[in-house]
């Protein structure tokens, strides 16, 4: 077979493939946000050393981590009617289900980050009279993003390269694009093809990026 | 709600019921999984391993591979070996679907098993390898004989991770229509409208899956230790 990208023009590109570009981005960010700030609540509760903060936000992690993701999204496009009475549409049920899901993976890169602050910091911040919020907010948190900066982001890419799998409720997202553009134009084989090409200059340069600035920070710390 | 697990002695209206449906859907995710960490394994070591020589082209190789398969996403390397590819190459067009999941799966977590190896061969002391060619080995017999025992045994927990997340991921196939647990799933979830208790099954089986690996890679683990040496003593 002949592969031919003739039939490619600037309208094929932002009426099929844009909006689903667009939806992964938004996806992606909103996951990641709330997945880190979720991840970090939970994180905390796991090194609060109190048993009744610690259990639950174990059984979360363990839970989410070794169930396939795309039963997760399935589930949760499952439950989330039945749970408030109305179909939520498979955008807005992925945007749940990622960040749920999301902060699972989030909340293990935090808690090693915040265990690798030296324990002399917090003491530290004890002596000069913190609380244990203070001292996290002020001392061991901003550090523990710092360091963990580079596995954040990396984590972020994995992500984005996940957000594809909402193709199992059917959310118009970037593969989504490329494949209704391949239907209507019968040509699936050169979309695909492009959909990875894609994917692949974006996750490439990304990850580019991100070892550029693990690079960097290494240096300064 | 109220529970109904009769729903899986139901016929599927081919003359099975949606247990035994299930049971073959289970199998197929085992073998799909088996299947792509066979090749996963190979393929990540192999590339793991010419990452670490000192050839410029092998280490360009193992590289380029580990980048390629690292940065698209698996559902759509999957639609690539089973709609791009046969396309393109002819004599791909007759294989069953699964071979083409399998090479998908496999290929993707070869990348990563390559990252870890790589890092396994590098963790040892570089003595070890000029040791090894001072002695009169040849650089394959260096790795045969001194560095890859070692290196081997100190990835064995990261391997024992890809291992489960290899379960979790040919949950993908299901894109494909491999009647894998994943797609068993959402089809009986839409035949039957009972999909809590479907999917509180399948998870059930994903999760016992995922277990059973964990425990054969501890028993491996546990017989492949070097006494004084890495991971013993604990």
Same mark, same amino acid.
Request: glycine letters at 8%.
């Given at each position: 077979m002949?592969?031919?990208f003739?039939?490619?023009d600037?309208n094929l590109i932002?009426?099929f493939?844009?909006k689903?570009?667009?939806f992964?981005?938004?996806?992606?960010?909103?996951a990641?946000?709330?997945?880190?700030?979720?991840g970090?609540?939970?994180?905390?509760m796991r090194?609060?050393?109190k048993?009744?903060?610690?259990?639950p936000a174990?059984?979360?992690?363990?839970?989410?981590?070794?169930i396939?993701?795309?039963?997760?999204i399935?589930?949760?496009?499952?439950?989330?009617p039945?749970l408030?009475?109305?179909?939520?549409?498979a955008?807005?049920?992925?945007?749940?289900?990622?960040t749920v899901f999301e902060a699972?993976?989030?909340?293990?890169i935090?808690?090693?980050?915040?265990?690798?602050?030296?324990?002399?910091?917090?003491?530290?911040?004890?002596?000069v009279?913190?609380?244990?919020s203070?001292?996290?907010?002020?001392?061991?948190?901003?550090?523990?993003?710092r360091n963990m900066?580079?596995?954040?982001l990396?984590?972020t890419?994995?992500?984005?390269?996940?957000?594809?799998?909402?193709?199992?409720v059917?959310?118009?997202?970037?593969l989504?694009?490329f494949?209704v553009?391949?239907k209507?134009?019968?040509r699936?084989v050169e979309?695909?093809?492009?959909?990875a090409?894609?994917y692949?200059?974006?996750?490439?340069?990304l990850?580019m990026?991100?070892?550029?600035l693990?690079?960097k920070?290494?240096?300064?710390? | 709600?109220s529970w109904d697990?009769k729903v899986?002695?139901q016929?599927t209206g081919?003359g099975q019921?949606?247990f035994?449906w299930?049971?073959s859907?289970?199998?197929w995710?085992?073998?799909?999984?088996a299947c792509s960490?066979?090749?996963?394994?190979?393929?990540?070591s192999?590339?793991g391993?010419l990452?670490?020589t000192?050839?410029?082209a092998f280490?360009w190789l193992?590289?380029?591979?580990?980048?390629l398969?690292?940065n698209?996403?698996?559902l759509?390397?999957?639609?690539?070996w089973?709609?791009v590819?046969?396309?393109?190459?002819?004599p791909l067009?007759g294989?069953p679907?699964?071979?083409a999941v399998v090479?998908a799966l496999?290929? !993707?977590t +070869? @990348?990563?098993i390559?990252?870890q &190896?790589k890092?396994g061969?590098?963790?040892?002391?570089?003595?070890?390898?000029?040791?090894g060619?001072?002695?009169?080995?040849?650089l394959?017999?260096?790795?045969?004989f001194i560095l890859l025992?070692?290196a081997f045994?100190?990835v064995i927990p990261?391997l024992?991770?890809e291992?489960m997340?290899?379960?979790?991921?040919?949950s993908v196939?299901?894109?494909?229509?491999?009647?894998e647990?994943?797609f068993?799933?959402m089809?009986a979830?839409?035949?039957?409208s009972?999909g809590v208790e479907i999917?509180l099954a399948v998870?059930?089986l994903y !999760?016992? +899956? @995922?277990?059973a690996?964990?425990? &054969?890679?501890a028993?491996i683990?546990?017989?492949?230790q070097?006494?004084?040496?890495?991971g013993?003593g604990?």
């Open positions: 002949n592969l031919g003739g039939f490619i600037w932002s009426s493939i844009l689903g570009f667009y992964s981005v938004q996806l992606t960010l909103v990641m946000v709330g997945g880190i700030a979720l970090t609540a939970i994180a905390l090194l609060s050393g048993k009744w903060l610690v259990t174990a059984i979360y992690v363990n839970t989410l981590r070794s396939p993701l795309v039963m997760v399935l589930w949760f496009f499952l439950l989330i039945l408030i009475g109305r179909p939520l549409g955008e807005l049920s992925a945007m749940v289900t990622f699972a993976y989030y909340s293990e935090m808690r090693a980050g915040i265990q690798s602050v030296p324990k002399g910091q917090v003491s530290a911040g004890y002596a009279g913190m609380t244990y203070q001292c996290m907010r002020f001392i061991v948190l901003p550090q523990a993003f900066l580079p596995v954040l990396t984590q890419i994995i992500l984005f390269q996940d957000t594809s799998l909402v193709y199992a059917g959310a118009y997202d970037l989504k694009g494949e553009a391949g209507n134009f019968n699936p979309m695909y093809l492009l959909a090409v894609t692949f200059v974006i996750c490439f340069s990850s990026l991100v070892r550029r693990q690079k920070i290494a240096i300064i710390r | 709600m697990w899986f002695l016929d081919s019921t949606y035994a299930m049971m859907a289970w199998g995710t085992l073998l799909v999984s960490l066979v090749v996963a394994l190979v393929v990540g192999l590339m391993i990452r670490t000192p050839v410029k280490v193992g590289n380029g591979w580990t980048e398969f690292r698209i996403p698996l759509v390397q999957i639609f690539l089973y709609h590819i046969p396309s393109i190459w002819k067009q294989v679907d699964i071979v090479i496999g290929f !993707f +070869s @990348a990563r390559s990252e &190896v890092a061969i590098q963790a040892l002391p570089r003595g070890q390898r000029y040791a060619l001072a002695m009169g080995l040849t394959p017999q260096t790795y045969r025992p070692m045994r100190i990261p024992t991770s291992s997340n290899i379960i979790k991921n040919s196939a299901f894109a494909v229509s491999i009647t647990l994943t068993f799933a089809q979830q839409e035949e039957t009972r999917y998870t059930f !999760f016992i +899956s @995922a277990f690996v964990n425990r &054969v890679a028993v683990e546990k017989r492949a070097v006494p004084g040496m890495v013993a604990k």
